[in-house]
């Protein structure tokens, strides 16, 4: 491609709204334009690389046994009032209504969409395993899209769904594209961990998040610094022992605490740890009041708490809602004298609290000497706070650590989530009706390419793996007036891509420190600059990953460019 005659933008200074490395400098190498918060144009630069994606996808998905097809973005709301999803999903499900009143959404993910298909398509147990998957676009209302394409309302997704008739079939499957998606995001160039993951809206369990390891993710993986553990700080269990004080229980007293309402605040004012503190939060669990008890040095994860109770919402109850269900504010919230149509359940560390410290339901009164079980009843102890590092870890090797992921795939075990919510069944051996049993596998392609963008760069722009560059070789003549200049570069143009290299061909009128940034911006792994040598058959050979710089004889260039490109 002749770059006079392409689209590529290139921009000198930084986007003032870009705040990372792969969103700053996918605008400034010209690969994307933003139309609108969190929604993007991919340019020709962007168009190519997201091609090479899609490619390795299609190779490894295939590979695996999968067949592509291609589903409606906009989905008839009764699909997911089947699902149950229309009114659990949130307000990220884009939804609309046509001229006739019918509601829609836009396509957020596909799982009704295909259940649907498959449920009119297959009847038999004989056409069972079967797995499809398509790469389209999807839409999500995001509230707060940021970093570029990494969190986008606009974004290029590859989503694959498979069909069984027991959960072995659904385990072999599930594994051969956890193996897939291994490969898929080893070829893109990618520093990942698999990890187990938390399946959220889209339901079911047993399931894994690809992680791309990045200081810009917005998930923190817990890992094990001896063994290959790894899981979403969501999902990791805590394995914790602990001791009670050896102190005798003292009377519980009630005490002012005037304007102290956080854990810190309450703890300096009495002089007393954190860890002796018993943090109260109200939630609101579907549709039942739940008060939840952690350590004061501890954090509720709402995620143990929404499996806990195998509940499809979860959330903090507003301020109000506390006010009128307890009586007193958020600061001041205890498990002492709480209603009865409001349940205490605890973490397993608040068990071993001697003589602590809890809200006393009362505004700025707390109860000082407080012993669980003497004090207050729970209905239940669990697991129900963040892991920490410098936990033990849960497989029993080593302790936890924190890293921040970018999640570029996630593969889930649905089971009968959608197939019996939607009457999608068949007649298995002995002609007997039964739910298939699903899986689901997404992988964010265009996110993906963000990933790569943010673990590929240098100072002086990206640097793209072999794989995925837009092009392979910049052919750059230093001054395309001088005629053996032009000659040579015209000549190596020709030869190069009937030998089935990519080439982009640096032919504008431009200063050669121009063109040398732009390349560098552009990070094409190789660039052959034609200069002064050029009436010799020389040309200048360098490396984007290494900055290596050879000079090369035309005759001896193909030699160099195998040895470099394989």
């Not at 394409?149 to 594994?175: C, P, T, W």
């Amino acid at each position: 491609m002749r770059q006079s005659m392409t689209l590529i933008p290139t921009l000198r200074e930084v986007p003032a709204d870009a705040e990372i490395k792969s969103h700053q400098l996918l605008l400034r190498a010209g690969f994307i334009r933003q139309n609108s918060s969190g929604v993007y144009s991919f340019l020709p630069l962007g168009k190519k690389v997201l091609q090479k994606i899609e490619a390795i996808v299609r190779e490894e998905m295939d590979e695996a046994g999968a067949v592509e097809l291609l589903m409606p973005a906009l989905q008839q709301a009764e699909f997911w009032q089947e699902s149950g999803r229309w009114y659990t999903y949130g307000p990220e499900l884009m939804r609309l209504r046509d001229r006739n009143e019918r509601e829609f959404a836009l396509g957020a993910t596909h799982e009704e969409v295909i259940t649907s298909l498959i449920r009119d398509e297959v009847k038999s147990y004989k056409r069972l395993p079967l797995t499809l998957y398509q790469i389209q676009t999807k839409f999500r209302d995001e509230k707060r899209p940021r970093f570029g394409l990494l969190r986008g309302r606009e974004f290029i997704m590859k989503d694959a769904y498979s069909f069984h008739s027991n959960q072995e079939s659904l385990d072999e499957v599930y594994q051969q594209l956890f193996t897939a998606y291994s490969n898929i995001f080893r070829r893109c160039g990618l520093d990942f961990r698999a990890v187990i993951a938390d399946s959220g809206a889209m339901g079911g369990k047993d399931t894994h998040e690809f992680m791309v390891l990045s200081d810009v993710g917005e998930d923190t993986i817990a890992y094990s610094d001896t063994s290959d553990y790894a899981a979403n700080i969501e999902m990791a269990p805590v394995n914790a022992t602990y001791e009670k004080k050896q102190e005798a229980e003292r009377e519980l007293e009630k005490v002012q605490t005037a304007g102290q309402k956080t854990i810190d605040e309450v703890s300096s004012f009495l002089n007393v740890e954190a860890a002796d503190c018993i943090k109260s939060l109200l939630f609101k669990v579907d549709e039942k009041y739940v008060l939840v008890l952690v350590r004061g040095d501890h954090e509720v994860n709402d995620i143990k708490l929404k499996n806990l109770y195998g509940a499809a919402v979860v959330e903090l109850a507003e301020a109000a809602e506390t006010k009128e269900v307890l009586q007193c504010s958020v600061g001041s919230l205890g498990p002492i004298g709480t209603p009865e149509n409001v349940e205490i359940v605890a973490d397993h560390a608040v068990k071993y609290i001697v003589n602590g410290i809890a809200g006393a339901n009362e505004e700025d009164y707390h109860y000082v000497n407080v012993n669980p079980e003497r004090d207050f009843q729970v209905s239940q102890f669990a697991d129900l706070r963040f892991i920490l590092e410098g936990d033990a870890s849960p497989d029993g090797q080593g302790h936890i650590r924190f890293a921040k992921g970018i999640e570029v795939g996630h593969v889930f075990k649905l089971g009968t989530r959608y197939s019996e919510a939607m009457n999608a069944v068949y007649l298995d051996e002995n002609g007997r009706t039964q739910p298939m049993i699903m899986g689901c596998y997404g992988i964010g392609v265009s996110r993906t390419l963000a990933a790569v963008a943010e673990q590929f760069n240098d100072e002086k722009g990206l640097v793209w793996p072999a794989d995925l560059a837009p092009y392979q070789i910049h052919l750059i003549p230093v001054n395309v007036k001088d005629e053996e200049q032009s000659a040579l570069a015209e000549k190596l143009y020709s030869g190069l891509r009937q030998q089935g290299y990519e080439v982009l061909l640096d032919d504008r009128q431009e200063r050669p420190g121009v063109k040398f940034a732009d390349s560098d911006l552009i990070g094409i792994p190789v660039r052959i600059t034609v200069g002064k040598k050029a009436g010799e058959g020389i040309v200048e050979l360098k490396l984007r990953t290494t900055g290596e710089v050879l000079e090369v004889k035309e005759d001896s260039l193909p030699e160099q460019l195998r040895s470099i490109f394989s």
